[in-house]
Every structure is written in C-alpha cells, then in structure tokens.
C-alpha cells in the first residue's frame, strides 16, 4: 500500500503573526513538512508578517530554528531547510496602521492563489481583514485563515463575523480547529459512514452513553493571562470538545462536502438541551509549593475553572435517553483525549455462572496514540467451562498505515485544505454562534452562583464532583492513565 501526495497548485501564504509561538511550533514546521514530500513547491511562496522589524533572512534563519526544535522527528536534511527557506520572505506591518501593506500587495503574484493566515489575536482579525480588503490585497478568490479563540461570548462571536463578512464572503473564511484535522477524527467519519458494521447501531436502541475525554497533564504556565479569563468552558468545550460531540452524534450527510456535512453538524449543536447546573462539575487544580491554579494564574482569588465535566443530551430521535459525558481538565494524570462509545449489555446471559456481560466499548483514540479499540468478551482459553473475559481488537495507525513513519500534524492537513478550497474540516459561522448560544447560558449560571471551581490535586483525575455527576447514573468514568 503506497501512499499518495497530490500537490496542490502554487499559492502566496501570508502569515500574519509569524514570529509568534504558534507559528514557530505549528504553521511554520507543518509547511516544511509539506514542502518535504513533495506536496508544494518552488512555485509557492510564503510571506512572514509581524510587528517586528526583521530582515527576510533573519526570518529565514529563525525558521530553520524553529523546524529545527518544533519539526516531526524525522530525518531532515540541511538542503531540504535550505530548499524550503527559500520561499520565505518577510515584511513588517502595522496590522492598525498603514506601514507595511503596499510592500506586501507587491509581492503577490496575479496567477497564485493567495491565503492569509492571522495566527493573531482575535481583536486584530476584523483590523486586517479591512486592510486586506480596502488596499486591494484580497481578490474574491482569498482565502482567511482565522485561529481560536473566535470570540468570547454569543455576542462577540456575532461582531467577529460580522465584521470578517463586510470584506469576505463565508466561502472565503476558515475558522480552524485543530482537532478536525487529526486523523482519527476523520476516521470516526469513515468508521460511521463507510461501514455497514456501526452505522445500523449508532443510536439510542443500541448505545448507553457516550464519554468525551481531553486530558492534559499539563498546568496553564505560559498561557496563564488568556486562560484565567476564559477557563475550560471557553478555551476546550465550546470548540474542541463540541467538535469531537457533532462529529459523534451527527446525522450521515446526503454527500461529503463542505456545507453538507457542517449543516448536520449545526443540526447536533441546535438539538442540545440546556445543560442544568447539577449536571455540571468544574474543579480547579492545586500543588504543593505555589504549584497550583492560582499561584500559575497570578490571582489567589481566581474562580476560573481548570476543569470541567458535563452530562449533554441531544434531544432528537437517533439519541434520546443517551447521554454524552464530556470532561477536560489541566494537571490530570496524563494527556489523553479519546471518544469512548458504551454499547448497551446484551439483553439475556445464556453462560450461567459466567457473571454478567457487558456491552463492547469502542473507543476512539485522538492522542497520544492514535487509533480505534474495539472491546469484546471472548471465551477465556482454556478446559474449566465457559469463563468468559474480555479482549480489546486493537488498530493503532502508528503500526497498520503506510504513513506511520512520518505522521501528518493537524496543521499539515489543514492548511493543504485551504489552499485547495476545502473548507469541510473547518467551522462555518452559523455552527460557531450556536455553539455559543448554547455554551453562554452555562457560563452565566455559574456565575451568577458565585460558587468557586471544586480543589482537586495535580496528577489525580480531576474533583470528586465529577466522580458523583456519573456515579448518580450508575455509571463509571474510563480511567484516565494507569
């Protein structure tokens, strides 16, 4: 099985913020990597843009650092470096000013795609996208690339979008989360919808509940101002943990493309009930020697949730009376992020004295080995009788796919997408203003409580809220680590 690299025709990325640390760590290695297959080449430019006031080498030389130390561990080569720095070029600008812009309108090509990329913070997107549009840089044909966080509320959400559509149309934006680019998530996508096998028991009738894990074993050092004003509910579920439930719970789309398939997504978002605040468990991670929250966040004072756990119901016809657990949290015992589908018991135990059976559990691993496990109950080998025990069908892409010894990053993915126009794995506006219709009634009611996120020690699996939230439906979380 070979694998195949379809090049994508010659663009000009312009990479506003690219001397940031997301583009440093993501953007800038995911292009190399690109580059080094073969999928572009030196008929593609890509030209940096920030503040600071650097000369086209230094930027170059700063990125050959950056693939350097961030860069997949693969062999890499000094030409290769060599060959993808050559496509760099940099320009200072003045995302609220006007230094800067005529340089950067006179390297575009007429005959290239052109894509920018606003790896920025969120209250500089409608400043450049008005400059892009007013000087000319922007053709109908453009492409903005937009990163989270889109907005803080419903209201801020609406003003981003608003403002983003008096320069682009919708066709135009791409709103990226990462997650939609890793590869099990598309291949939830091929498990439901290119196999005959799960899609007949992919509801109500045959599913208990649904868990939704991201785990991170890490604190918010490093992120602490943005975080401690935006907490889990906002930074995680509002648009990782969301994308991961639509994808899960959504109806088979008429036909694989950008708009059918987020149509059904918007569906899932629209059909969810409001969340009561007893379903509903926030914690707050403490350490020994001002290693906790508060002492990471600069505020002994703070209420802002590290983690979060919730029950959500999709009230529509395929999931009514199955409940999805979603949770995420920082400072847990590992990094993990999986979605765990709990198929109902069988209905009668012909084995007598074998204890009970229960339902097979497949479980769909995003980090940090990818891949699809499948629980079953087996026959226990051996003489004795019928013992039964269970045995897990185990595909992890790292050993079964030609890929495996160079893994595509998210970013790899996604921004091969834009360049080709497939805006599929990327969030429409619509789909992101229900997300925070549904999300800001939850934020609102716990503040209006006042009630302080519950303790919880650094290396443990989160508050015992959290515990009690599943425990009241007779269920059990999956263990996060060992």
């Not at 496509?87 to 600008?93: F, H, N, S």
């Not at 969120?122 to 690339?145: C, H, K, N, Y």
């Not at 496990?373 to 080998?381: A, G, M, S, V, Y």
């Not at 269970?390 to 360049?419: C, H, K, W």
Request: hydrophobic share 40%.
């Amino acid at each position: 099985m070979v694998s195949r690299v379809i090049p994508v025709q010659p663009f000009d990325l312009v990479l506003f913020g690219a001397t940031g640390d997301l583009a440093r760590r993501k953007i800038l290695p995911a292009l190399f990597h690109r580059f080094q297959i073969g999928q572009f080449d030196s008929n593609c430019r890509i030209i940096g843009s920030s503040r600071s006031d650097l000369t086209a080498e230094a930027f170059r030389s700063q990125t050959a650092d950056a693939i350097r130390e961030f860069g997949q561990d693969v062999e890499t080569k000094a030409e290769e470096i060599a060959g993808f720095t050559a496509l760099l070029d940099y320009v200072a600008v003045d995302a609220r000013g006007e230094n800067g812009w005529d340089a950067i309108h006179g390297k575009l090509r007429e005959d290239a795609i052109r894509a920018f990329y606003l790896s920025v913070g969120p209250a500089l997107f409608p400043d450049i996208a008005r400059r892009l549009s007013e000087t000319g840089i922007a053709t109908p044909e453009s492409r903005i690339v937009l990163e989270k966080p889109f907005g803080h509320d419903l209201a801020s959400a609406r003003g981003l979008n608003a403002a983003l559509r008096e320069h682009f149309e919708e066709q135009q934006i791409y709103r990226i989360d990462h997650y939609l680019g890793k590869e099990t998530v598309q291949n939830l996508m091929a498990l439901r919808f290119a196999n005959s096998l799960f899609e007949p028991l992919w509801n109500s009738s045959h599913i208990d509940h649904v868990q939704i894990t991201v785990a991170e074993s890490i604190g918010i050092e490093g992120r602490e101002e943005y975080y401690d004003k935006s907490g889990a509910m906002r930074d995680m579920v509002q648009n990782h943990l969301m994308q991961l439930l639509c994808l899960t719970a959504m109806e088979p789309p008429a036909h694989f493309a950008p708009n059918a398939v987020r149509d059904e997504k918007v569906k899932v978002i629209e059909a969810l009930r409001p969340v009561a605040q007893a379903s509903i468990a926030r914690g707050q991670y403490r350490g020994k020697n001002g290693d906790g929250y508060r002492d990471h966040a600069g505020n002994p004072a703070s209420r802002t949730e590290s983690y979060i756990a919730l029950k959500v119901e999709v009230a529509n016809w395929r999931w009514a009376g199955t409940p999805f657990y979603l949770r995420t949290g920082k400072r847990l015992r590992e990094r993990v992020s999986e979605i765990a589908v709990y198929f109902r018991d069988p209905p009668h135990n012909i084995f007598e004295g074998s204890g009970p059976i229960h339902g097979n559990v497949l479980v769909i691993r995003l980090q940090p080995d990818e891949g699809i496990t499948l629980k079953t109950t087996i026959k226990d080998p051996g003489p004795g009788g019928m013992r039964l025990t269970g045995a897990n069908l185990d595909m992890t892409f790292a050993d079964e796919l030609p890929e495996s010894g160079r893994p595509q990053d998210a970013y790899e993915r996604l921004i091969m997408d834009v360049i080709r126009g497939n805006q599929t794995l990327f969030m429409r506006g619509d789909e992101v203003e229900a997300a925070w219709a549904w999300a800001d009634p939850i934020i609102a009611g716990w503040q209006d409580t006042g009630e302080a996120p519950q303790p919880y020690d650094s290396g443990s699996a989160g508050p015992d809220d959290s515990l009690l939230l599943i425990h009241r439906d007779g269920r059990r979380w999956r263990s996060i680590g060992t």
